[in-house]
């Protein structure tokens, strides 16, 4: 019973991620269905089995290709620890907030490559990072 729920949490999260990645792509706001299929997001719980090579129940909803997400702190940091994270993009605004949630905040350090940058007529930085592989001298 508590695997059929996981497999329909992941199966919801898959589902809103696709109708957000067609909304992106056409720029237009979500229809009231795909407002229904967003508003089963599930979060990240999930997240872990969908990545788990020896779990076979979800081996269908596994593609080959690239993930991408945004504004995912707790998503991020799993990914990254696990070592699924093959490029880390980073938008830097020019504001000081002074408070909040650090993105990697009590994960272990790993040196980062500068693959890319871009500043926009805004100021915002746009930084790409790939995981750089620890010194082990």
């Known amino acids: 019973m508590a695997q059929s729920g996981e497999r329909r949490r992941v199966q919801a999260n898959i589902a809103a991620i696709q109708t957000l990645r067609l909304l992106q792509q056409q720029q237009r706001p979500a229809s009231?269905?795909?407002?229904?299929a967003l508003?089963?997001?599930s979060g990240c719980?999930?997240?872990p089995a969908v990545f788990d090579a020896s779990d076979t129940r979800l081996a269908a909803e596994r593609t080959e290709g690239d993930i991408q997400m945004s504004g995912s702190a707790t998503t991020a940091r799993w990914l990254f620890a696990n070592?699924?994270?093959?490029?880390?993009?980073?938008l830097v605004h020019p504001i000081v907030v002074g408070r909040g949630q650090r993105l990697f905040e009590n994960s272990p350090t790993q040196p980062l490559k500068l693959v890319s940058s871009e500043t926009f007529a805004t100021g915002v930085l746009n930084l790409a990072y790939t995981p750089e592989a620890a010194d082990t001298a």
């Open 45 to 47: 719980r999930a997240v």
């Open 83 to 90: 070592g699924l994270l093959d490029e880390l993009r980073l």
């Open 32 to 36: 009231a269905q795909e407002q229904q």
């Open 39 to 41: 508003a089963r997001w």
